[in-house]
């Protein structure tokens, strides 16, 4: 019994310490591959980078058919938001004990513009 556990111990053992472990080289036929260039027109690390460039100059004018409905839709958002969401936080604050009303809820409440 002691020998199958250090067995299975040991393999377990290489098993992990090989795992990731590959035979080729990293670079192997990158001479043989293309350049292809990055999809965005800044790296997403840089911080700057919004400051000094133009992402929209990078972007197809147009470039999604939902963007028009997202813009006729944002004032039904707010209507929807103004008329709707903020008297239910009201009257949920005001009965804290039945709703559930949160400390939590206050703040994000309370953030609101």
């Not at 209507?79 to 709703?99: E, H, K, V, W």
Request: hydrophobic share 35%; with cysteine; charged share 15%.
């Amino acid at each position: 019994m002691r020998g199958t556990v250090t067995a299975v111990g040991i393999l377990v053992l290489v098993l992990v310490a090989t795992g990731c472990s590959t035979f080729r080289q990293q670079n192997q036929g990158a001479e043989d591959k293309e350049y292809t260039p990055p999809t965005s027109i800044y790296n997403i690390l840089d911080s700057t980078a919004l400051v000094y460039s133009d992402p929209s100059a990078g972007s197809p004018i147009n470039d999604h058919p939902l963007r028009w409905f997202g813009f006729v839709s944002h004032p039904l958002g707010h209507a929807f938001d103004y008329a709707i969401n903020r008297p239910m936080y009201t009257l949920a604050s005001g009965f804290s004990y039945l709703t559930g009303y949160t400390a939590e809820d206050n703040m994000v409440n309370a953030q609101r513009r």
